[in-house]
């Protein structure tokens, strides 16, 4: 046995990440189930590094130093099983399989304990960066146990990304599903944060009057201050180029409705179980959802409503420069809600999650890598225990001074009649947390007047209804 480190799954992820690890100096051994993967990938790249291609599981297992160390890189969800099932009984005690597929935290949590019962380590890691990061360095999030990160990890440390400090962009996240379920939170993240840029550049279009050209150039210079980051830069791209077939800008010839594969779905399924508000992931989800309901949109596309009007010169850079606030309030907004969603996954899995970590191996290699992240990990490392983003020196004021154009744009989409439901669902979140009262206390009391459901009294301890159908005078219910 030669090699430190075995691939089984070699479609773009596994063959990127194979190659990633053989050129830091790592022998690979590769397995495929149709095998003409594993041939393809050593006839194109077998001089890049050293490989083992073997054929069968047996000759696979057989390849690895122990403890062996298998990365599994199939399709997430029964595939993922079956090759447990083929491999499980070929490994010993003290061997390791990651899973660095998109697996459901939960699916993660179940293989960890029947794969522990046999005394193998079962790392369910969550890989970001698509297949570019997977062969130059992703962001891994790698969950199981802190035994299996001190063989693993160092290995993991050099294949990822770097942040721009030189620090590796991967850390043990926690134990069984927490690296999965932290990215499923990135992929809610990343939703929300696409979401924002997209009613940003919609804005622009329908209220600032400027063409596509113009708005990518308003995000390449927004991605030279504190929006810097990979989808802004990307942004700019895409709003630059021009469809060859019609001439037209690319981003018009492009069907307008967004697909998705299902990690943003699964962090508002578990929000809504855990109860954390993540209403701008929630918006940014359902979003996708509305504008590939073809049917539904045409039915109602001659609902009354205001036809935007553009501004001009000076009154639409003053209404870009009001969108930019808008959009950096609405992102500390989204992040404030994803980091309370993995505070609540940590706390009710009791994975014990350093959140500014978190940020910190988000720097690079992912989708959401931002300048903005540094900020994130710094509020976290002066004080761990902040109990909400919002709740930091820093984003506090930034979101303070950005507020009044941040209102100024969600009014101008509505009277515009332009949608911004991230935009505008970030500020309800905000302007909510900020209430002295909230009419929640109208709320508990309709359900004590239909349900007797009893309530509190903001004014006294103890528990209490009130007698609706009778004299209307208060019970203690306690
Ligand atoms: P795919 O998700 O397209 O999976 C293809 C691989 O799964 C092939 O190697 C295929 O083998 C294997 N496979 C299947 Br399908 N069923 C199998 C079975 N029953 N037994 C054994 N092998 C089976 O590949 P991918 O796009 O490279 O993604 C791999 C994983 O990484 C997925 O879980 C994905 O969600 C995740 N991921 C993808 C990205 C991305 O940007 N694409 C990013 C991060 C994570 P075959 O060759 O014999 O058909």
């Known amino acids: 046995a030669t090699a430190d480190i075995g691939v089984t799954g070699l479609a773009v992820m596994g063959s990127n990440l194979a190659r990633n690890f053989a050129r830091h100096g790592y022998t690979v051994a590769l397995h495929n189930r149709t095998t003409a993967r594993t041939t393809a990938l050593v006839d194109a790249h077998g001089d890049e590094g050293s490989f083992v291609a073997t054929e069968t599981p047996e000759e696979f297992v057989a390849a690895l130093k122990r403890p062996r160390r298998l990365l599994v890189m199939v399709k997430a969800g029964d595939p993922t099983d079956a090759v447990i099932r083929e491999f499980a009984p070929l490994l010993e005690e003290g061997d390791v399989i990651i899973d660095g597929g998109n697996a459901h935290f939960e699916d993660t949590r179940r293989r960890e304990r029947q794969l ?110 504190r929006l810097d980051s990979y989808l802004i830069e990307i942004t700019a791209e895409v709003l630059a180029h021009t469809d060859a077939a019609t001439g037209k800008p690319f981003v018009d010839v492009v069907a307008d409705q967004a697909e998705q594969k299902g990690t943003g779905r699964w962090t508002v399924q578990i929000a809504l179980d855990l109860g954390v508000p993540v209403s701008g ?49 609405s992102k500390i907004v989204s992040y404030t809600q994803g980091f ?90 905000y302007d909510a947390l900020r209430a002295e009262r909230l009419p929640a206390a109208l709320t508990q009391a309709q359900r004590d007047f239909f349900g007797a459901h009893t309530y509190r009294r903001a004014d006294r301890e103890g528990v209490f209804h009130t007698l609706w159908g009778g004299d209307r005078s208060e019970v203690d219910a306690g």
């Open 340 to 429: 309370h969603q993995i505070q609540a996954g940590s706390d009710a899995y009791g994975w014990d999650i350093d959140l500014g970590r978190i940020a910190s191996i988000w720097r690079g290699g992912c989708i959401i890598r931002a300048a903005f992240l540094d900020h994130i990990t710094a509020a976290y490392e002066g004080r761990p225990d902040l109990p909400s983003l919002l709740s930091d020196q820093r984003f506090a004021e930034e979101i303070g001074a950005a507020q009044d154009d941040w209102r100024a744009v969600v009014a101008a989409a509505a009277h515009g009649g332009v949608p911004a439901p991230g935009f505008s669902a970030a500020l309800a979140y």
């Open 281 to 329: 992931i929630a918006e940014a989800v359902f979003a996708r959802a509305l504008s590939g309901h073809a049917d539904l949109r045409a039915a109602s596309r001659g609902l009354p409503g205001p036809q935007a009007k553009a501004l001009k010169g000076e009154a639409a850079a003053t209404f870009a420069d009001q969108v930019e606030q808008a959009l950096y309030a």
């Open 116 to 225: 522990r019962e046999q005394g193998i380590h079962f790392v369910g890691t969550g890989v970001s960066g698509g297949e570019e990061g997977a062969l130059n360095g992703p962001s891994i999030m790698p969950g199981g146990s802190p035994h299996s990160y001190e063989s693993l990890g160092p290995m993991l440390e050099k294949i990822a990304a770097k942040a721009d400090d030189g620090a590796p962009c991967t850390t043990h996240i926690g134990p069984d599903g927490a690296g999965h379920f932290v990215k499923m939170v990135h992929n809610g993240i990343e939703y929300a944060d696409m979401q924002l840029i997209a009613e940003a550049y919609h804005l622009l279009r329908a209220i600032g009057g400027y063409d596509p050209q113009q708005i990518s150039e308003i995000f390449r210079t927004w991605n030279t201050g």
